[in-house]
């Protein structure tokens, strides 16, 4: 007994536990705890994630992100996902990683189990290489070595194949198991098992058992002697097991499982035969779109195809188990589909018997784009017309605004910190701010698209122009602002672009009436479906992935949030900054009368904004004067905590508490006071520690300041200003998207301008190249030509 336990992969202090346990027979008189086998684990280098997975069975996920509450889980890996590309032996790397992530799952505590096929193929490379032996030791004896090339290897009965590989595949999967110290226990069964009563309350009952010993079930169809499957045998009611997908499915639903994930060499579900031109992933299917799915061929190897497939998802689901079918073989995402799919990922395709009552995100976003479109087509008067009648909206339908916003604070309250609470906050003022930024922006959209940047004269007849169009698709994503929301469509408007607008749950009511008043002012020249806002429960990374629908994110909220779209952005380029660090150096020959004024309202007036002052510089010759006297008594009188650089703190006796980090983004009444002994150390300081966001010296000394504003390599520099002049709207661009710390295309307050790109019209008369090349009858000329100026009034 001992032996076997070990030969299961449990550890020697785990046989003392478990040695009476017979990995390969399960008897219903023994009484293990299932927690018992669990705290026996060797947890090796696998994360243990407690979840909450308690669920009555019965009725299906509605939706992917409620995968993660699913306790008892059927994997089902193809053939295609088995084996090799040369359909001989499998792939042991696809495999290994395959159990990994299995195990992963078990050691979370759920209850999994793997339906497998790759036994013909296992037993097929066997075989092949007994055949090669067998002829080369006789060829060599009879005819000699040169005649070995020749031999043919004769075509191997299927049936034979899984019974010499059956097996070894178990040996496989036992060896891999074992590495996370996992049981494994291999279950063969025929249509018949599930047909015949007693057979099948055996089989119920020994999967159960299994599963409460923490065993993983490694299930196959007994390919050496189940018969061939015979065309609509389905009874009344019952999936007849006719391939791994149908075992899969029956197996499912019979074991009440939660989940059951289908694994072949495709991502999903198309719309049309994968591989065509217009063929699109179907993320989500419903029960009664098989008329808008064209089924291709079958897999390369294995017995069902596409088709099987979604008719043993349907069955499944229509039994209450939730279905995934995605690809196990790309290598890119093998190694991690599983437990993506687990995670609530958008990965494969989603069976689900629940229809969102809006389009999907995937519908939203072809509508973002033709909208955008039309939008742009548009005279640059219709387009301001539509942002002046949204500012007209604001104001008109002010009571229903805040009354919305009333909603979101009531519901917000106690769950989000004060600094979240008054950036959530709509008020009258701030509606009339928006207001009249809506129509700067509208006033500036005159001569934004279709502007003639360049003019050139290529050859007699052949006119080149650069012009301004939109970038596309933009999408936003923001956080408890829901004065965002007006601000970004205004300038998606005047730029002609398409938006999806993400917003936190937490201003859901705000901004659900700010996009409809936004839709209602579209309307007026029939491009309501410009502008979408996402309500479905699509992750944001999920949303990152949507490279083929989305041209630029761009991210507002908590540095947290543009650090984690930076990083899921795969192809898209994403505008903003992760963190707004802005420092303030008070040079020896600052004002004493400016000094505080500016440190009062860089740091007190919204310390929530990411142009709020965090770090200020102090010149070593200001300490112990009146003037940093002054500054320190103004901080306390405004409540603001000091944290000491530890430069600051070697200077003082009794100092504030040190600072954990010179990197800081406090966000709140915090500030970290440091000193510098001159002002190339400040840029020095502002340049390592910094964000390139905003950075301000203070100070009389014109050349000293002329010095920092060209040498701190930041997206703003500042002389003797508030830090919170960082603003689109304070720079007179009616409004931002956002502040941009990059270093390509746009920086600082982008407003409408970063929102556009450009492209080349060239206009001739049947030119061709060869006419200009050393013997051709024309020449380059490539003069330049004046750019016609456009009415604005």
């Known amino acids: 007994m001992l032996s076997q336990a070990y030969r299961c992969g449990f550890q020697p202090f785990r046989q003392r536990l478990l040695s009476w346990v017979q990995c390969t027979t399960v008897s219903s008189s023994h009484h293990v705890q299932p927690s018992a086998i669990r705290h026996a684990r060797s947890w090796s280098n696998i994360p243990f994630i407690t979840v909450p997975l308690s669920r009555t069975h019965g009725k299906s996920f509605a939706h992917r992100s409620e995968l993660k509450h699913a306790k008892r889980i059927v994997v089902k890996l193809g053939s295609a996902v088995v084996t090799r590309g040369d359909e001989c032996g499998l792939a042991l790397g696809r495999l290994a990683s395959i159990v990994e992530q299995v195990s992963v799952l078990q050691n979370q505590g759920r209850e999994m189990m793997l339906v497998t096929s790759g036994a013909v193929a296992f037993g097929k490379q066997r075989l092949r290489h007994e055949i090669l032996l067998s002829q080369s030791v006789r060829q060599a004896l009879h005819s000699g070595q040169n005649q070995l090339k020749e031999m043919a290897i004769p075509v191997l009965e299927a049936r034979a194949c899984a019974a010499a590989g059956q097996s070894g595949l178990m040996a496989l999967y036992e060896a891999m198991f074992t590495q996370y110290s996992i049981c494994a226990a291999q279950i063969l069964v025929t249509n018949l098992d599930f047909h015949d009563e007693q057979k099948r309350r055996n089989l119920n009952g020994t999967l159960h058992e299994l ?8 299930v196959n169809t007994n390919d050496a002697v189940v018969p061939p499957a015979e065309p609509n045998s389905d009874l009344q009611g019952v999936i007849s097991v006719k391939d791994n997908d149908s075992l899969a499915a029956r197996l499912a639903v019979e074991m009440k499982t939660d989940l059951l994930i289908i694994l072949s060499d495709v991502e999903g579900l198309f719309d049309s035969p994968p591989g065509s031109d217009d063929a699109k992933l179907i993320d989500i299917f419903y029960p009664g779109d098989q008329q808008s799915v064209t089924f291709g061929t079958k897999s390369r190897v294995g017995m069902g195809g596409m088709e099987s497939k979604v008719k043993a998802a349907l069955w499944a689901l229509q039994g209450g188990t939730s279905v995934v079918i995605a690809n196990g073989t790309h290598p890119k995402v093998s190694g991690h589909v599983i437990t993506d799919i687990v995670e609530g990922k958008k990965v494969g395709t ?145 730029s002609g672009n398409g938006l999806l607008l993400k917003g936190g749950k937490e201003a859901a009511h705000s901004n659900r009436i700010l996009h409809l008043l936004t839709q209602e002012a579209l309307s007026i020249h029939g491009v309501k479906e410009a502008v979408q806002l996402v309500n479905t429960r699509e992750e944001v990374e999920d949303l990152c992935r949507l490279d083929k629908m989305i041209d630029l994110i761009i991210p507002r909220g908590s540095s947290q949030l543009v650090r984690d779209i930076q990083k899921a952005a795969k192809g898209i380029p994403v505008m903003g900054h992760s963190e707004g660090i802005c420092h303030m150096y008070v040079d020896s020959e600052a004002s004493v009368d400016k000094v505080t004024r500016l440190v009062r309202d860089s740091k007190c007036e919204y310390p929530a904004a990411c142009n709020a002052l965090e770090t200020l510089l102090i010149h070593r010759d200001l300490l112990r004067t009146p003037l940093f006297d002054q500054i320190i008594d103004m901080l306390r009188v405004e409540q603001v905590k000091i944290h000491a650089g530890p430069k600051f703190a070697s200077y003082l006796t ?79 661009l009616g409004a931002e998207v956002g502040i941009s710390t990059s270093r390509i295309h746009a920086r600082g307050p982008v407003g409408l301008e970063g929102l556009l790109t450009t492209k080349w019209l060239l206009r001739g008369q049947d030119h061709v190249v060869s006419d200009f090349s050393e013997h051709g009858s024309l020449k380059y000329l490539h003069e330049n030509l004046p750019i016609p100026q456009r009415n604005t009034n």
């Open 654 to 732: 009794f100092s504030p508490s040190e600072v954990k980090s010179l990197r800081t983004e406090y966000g709140d009444l915090e500030l970290c006071i440091e000193v510098v002994d001159s002002i190339q150390e400040a840029i020095d300081h502002i340049h390592k520690y910094g964000s390139s966001h905003t950075d301000v010296i203070v100070t009389e000394n014109e050349k000293t300041a002329e010095f920092f504003l060209q040498h701190v390599d930041s997206a703003c520099v500042f002389w003797n200003t508030s830090t919170r002049f960082s603003d689109g709207y304070r720079f007179g």
């Open 211 to 218: 599963l409460r010993m923490n065993i993983v079930p490694i």
């Open 350 to 494: 989603f069976f689900s018997e629940v229809k969102p009552a809006g389009p999907t995100v995937e519908q939203q976003g072809e509508m973002a784009r033709s909208g955008g479109r039309m939008l742009a087509t548009l005279e640059p008067e219709q387009r301001a017309e539509i942002i002046h009648h949204l500012a007209d909206l604001l104001t008109d339908q002010r009571d229903e605004i805040l009354l919305a916003n009333k909603k979101d604070l009531e519901e917000a309250e106690g769950r989000l910190a004060a600094p979240l609470l008054k950036r959530l906050s709509l008020s009258t003022s701030k509606l009339n701010s928006l207001a009249i930024g809506l129509r700067q922006i509208a006033a500036s959209s005159q001569d934004s698209v279709g502007r003639v940047l360049r003019r050139t004269r290529i050859a007699k007849n052949l006119e080149l122009e650069q012009v301004t169009v939109p970038i596309g698709v933009l999408l936003v994503i923001f956080e408890s602002r829901p004065d965002c929301l007006p601000q970004v469509a205004a300038l998606a408007i005047a």
